[in-house]
């Protein structure tokens, strides 16, 4: 499994945005991920804090994984924004998948803003004992 993606790019300007002005650019950061791998296949956790299940789109294609996601950060009642450097980040990450793992069983599960994902090795690619016979 390869990791497909960059940093994204930041402006290191704050910006303060006031009622009636133009949304600001959307920025796009990358969430930390770890990938624990053995003989059963992949387990793949990515820390996606603020994203509901609704906003979260997890695809494969090509051998590629895609994980894009979308925070979403309430504003209390009665209170104003008066400062946001990143009012509702996107997350993207993309990965190449080797064709050891069968991406068609695939296990998501969305909890507390972590996803973690499980993909399992082909059973033609898992380690297996050779039995060994004497004549």
């Avoid at 910006?15 to 992949?42: W, Y």
């Avoid at 950060?73 to 946001?84: D, Y």
Wanted: without cysteine; aromatic residues 4%; hydrophobic residues 35%.
């Amino acid at each position: 499994m390869n990791d497909k993606t960059q940093v994204a790019e930041r402006d290191q300007k704050a910006v303060t945005r006031r009622e009636g002005d133009p949304p600001a650019r959307r920025m796009t950061l990358t969430p930390a991920v770890d990938v624990f791998e053995d003989s059963q296949g992949i387990t793949l956790w990515a820390d996606l804090p603020g994203v509901p299940k609704d906003k979260l789109d997890v695809k494969v294609h090509d051998g590629n994984l895609y994980i894009e996601a979308e925070a979403v950060v309430p504003t209390p009642a009665g209170l104003r924004l008066q400062h946001a450097e990143i009012r509702e980040p996107h997350f993207a990450r993309a990965f190449s998948v080797s064709p050891d793992f069968d991406t068609s069983k695939i296990d998501a599960n969305l909890q507390d803003g972590v996803l973690k994902l499980t993909i399992p090795r082909r059973d033609e690619a898992r380690p297996r004992r050779i039995e060994v016979r004497t004549n």
